[in-house]
């Protein structure tokens, strides 16, 4: 709250202080900024403001001397001085006809419904000759901040403009078209989403041009709701003079040749040189009744998003920007720059940037080509990465690192080998001969006859053996217990189709784990519970029945247990879950209050469906219908796992069902033995985590029969 120490808007919004008001010390310094952090003192909360500078309005002059609306009621809020005298007093019903047009775009975009990947916006006003636009604090970076670090994949691009085709096609279901799609009103989240922002701000400035952003729906029910009447003035601007006394119903709606033309001027002054936002629709000459070649429609924003791939692949926009006027001739005139380099999204840039509207894809067909791209981006590399740490023992500190070993043979102490020389210490000093007397002599012993002794055979010398011998004979032993453990395993465990051939001929399964069919013609016996009854509880029920099995292994979490379903697979499941038989789609449902299990043991074939699980699970599977026709959905964390000669895919989904609430879903696709196993778990969006550990249990105890 300290550095939110500036000038207040609307008696609310708390602009940080600026190095200008903090030098002034009133706090009225240069507030000509694009965009900046505010504090919302009515909600506590941080908020971005965004101000579009209103024209400079110039009011005409009577021949008696008088000022035209000088009386009540004629707008003067916005004429003259006006314009830019710092009142302090927020406008939200705006008598200019002008301001007027802008506020109600910007507020008509405000009104749309929410949506995961697009911005809200909270409050229009206007003040002190600014249109501001409230909006939400996004924890994200532009764009463009990350292209002036270094351009993007090609595969990260497509990601990202997977995402911003997500959020036009919410736009599209209203009538809208966004016309401000560029690096700035893209931001990037830490976890890789893009958020598109910018469709208020770009409203008000198409409408400030002479522009109509607002659909014809969304315009006749803001003409109701808000029924005040714009005033009759003449005004004259820095581009052009408008007049609304016959052309107020219109708000300076270019329908005639002359109007159009000053819009597009004026567009050239607001908007600027962005290669993005000057289609060649936007930027081409009027033709002999006044009007462009090509209405504005959905293709201008798929232009953006090719001009939009083009800068984020090559690190430079396909026109040259040093002049607005010098950008919309060349769109007009040449074709864009080479796209060789853009490597896979070549195909999809080049048709995107196509001068012809009616030759670029639509929005379903782009979808397709974006996924099938991102489908096939590379694992990243992070094999010179990896560091293996050993593991810690009981009693260790685990922040202790493993200390580093001298490289070396191991040496025995206490051993000398052979053909050292010892070391010889230092000389001991020699006591000295003291003198003696003399003594008597001694006799001389007898001399002894030397005894002869048997020889012995000379000992061949004795190899030490070092490290290297010990380390072959470990390994023969691993090699030879390998040996061992595979013949064994050839020879006395079962075969894996043994179990799956006696559950399909009719041995029901039951509730011990590892027990095998009986006579697949002979009835199933029943198991018997724990209180002896045969056949009476749950547990102790038979699969004839069409109870599930339940098992409890020591790994399981609390809560859960192993079921084993008649339809053949085994699945983890909350205890106390019902289930529900299987119904004409082959679906077999586990329900538990708010969340749902849904198992599809093999109802599709890989002979019919294809063998990527990945574009089974994108464009195929039934369950994920509902996401695939909601204009409200997004998805995240689409993966492929092979393991073995299995194949799987995974990923994260979330719509509106029919009822309008937001879902969420956890989603595995297995192929096993040519068929599709499908594990759903369906949410609430509120209770992501209980959905993420009930996958967590039901994906790891799937088997399927």
Known sequence: MDEYAGRVLAERYRLPLWPSDADSGDGAGDDDFAECPAFDTYSGQEVLVRQVPLPEVVEAEFVDGGRFGEGEGSGAGYGGAGARRTTGVADRSPRDPAVRR?????????????????????????????????????????????????????????????????ALRA??????????????????????????????????????????????????????????????????????????????????RPTAGLAAERARQARLNVVGPVTERWAPEQAGPLDEEGRPAAPVGPATD??????????????????????????????????????????????????????????????????????????????????????????????????????????????????????????????????????QAPSAPRPPKPLREPVPRPSRPARAPRQARGPRHLGRLLLGLILLLLVGAVAFAMLFMPKSGEGSESGRDGAAPTGTSGATGADPGASPAPSTGQDGDNGGGQDGSSAGTGQPQSTTPADLAEGFQVRNDPAGFQVAVREGWQRRAANERGQVRYLGGDYELVIVPGRDTTGRFGTDPMAYQQNKEAELAPYRSSN??????????????????????????????????????????????????????????????????????????
């Open 102 to 166: 802008a506020w109600e775009a910007a507020t008509a975009a405000a009104g749309l419904p929410d949506h995961p990947l697009l911005e809200q916006v909270f409050d229009v006003f206007a003040q002190d000759g600014s249109l501001w636009i409230v909006g939400e604090r996004v924890a994200a970076r532009p764009l463009a901040a990350l292209l002036a670090a270094q351009p993007l994949s090609p595969h990260r691009a497509a990601e990202i403009a997977a995402d911003v085709l997500t």
């Open 302 to 435: 798929l232009w953006a998003i090719g001009a939009l791939l083009f800068r984020s692949v090559l690190g430079r926009p396909p026109y040259p920007e040093e002049s607005a006027v010098e950008l919309a001739r060349l769109v007009c005139a040449q074709p864009p720059g080479s796209a060789e380099e853009c490597g896979a999204l070549r195909p999809v840039v080049e048709s995107l940037l196509s001068q012809d509207p009616a030759e670029r894809p639509d929005f379903e067909e782009l979808r397709g080509r974006l996924r099938t791209l991102i489908r096939t981006a590379p694992e990243p590399d992070v094999g010179s990465r990896l560091v293996t740490m050993p593991a810690l023992g009981r009693g260790t500190d685990p922040r202790r690192l493993p200390i580093l070993r001298r490289r070396g043979e191991l040496v025995r102490r206490g051993r000398l080998k052979k053909g050292r020389t010892q070391r010889v210490g230092p000389p001991q000093a020699r006591p000295v001969d003291r003198p």
């Open 171 to 252: 736009l599209q279901a209203h009538g809208w078209i966004h016309r401000n799609i560029t690096d700035r009103t893209v931001l990037i989240c830490d976890d890789g989403r893009a958020i598109l922002t910018g469709l208020a701000l770009g409203a008000a400035q198409e409408a400030l041009c002479g522009y109509e952003p607002v659909p014809q729906e969304a315009e006749a029910e803001a003409a109701e709701a808000l029924e005040v009447a714009a005033p009759r003035a003449v005004v004259l601007t820095k581009d052009s003079a408008r007049t609304s006394s016959s052309a107020a119903t219109a708000y300076g």
């Open 632 to 705: 409200w959905s997004s998805s995240s964390g689409l993966r492929r796992i092979d393991v073995g000669q299995t194949a799987m895919a995974e990923g994260t989904f979330t719509w509106r069902d029919r009822s309008g609430r937001e879902v969420y879903v956890r989603n595995l696709a297995m192929i096993h033995n040519g068929r599709y196993h499908l594990v759903l778990v369906i949410g609430p969006d509120d209770g992501r985590h209980e959905v993420d550990r009930l996958y967590e249990q039901a994906t790891n105890a799937y088997r399927p029969g």
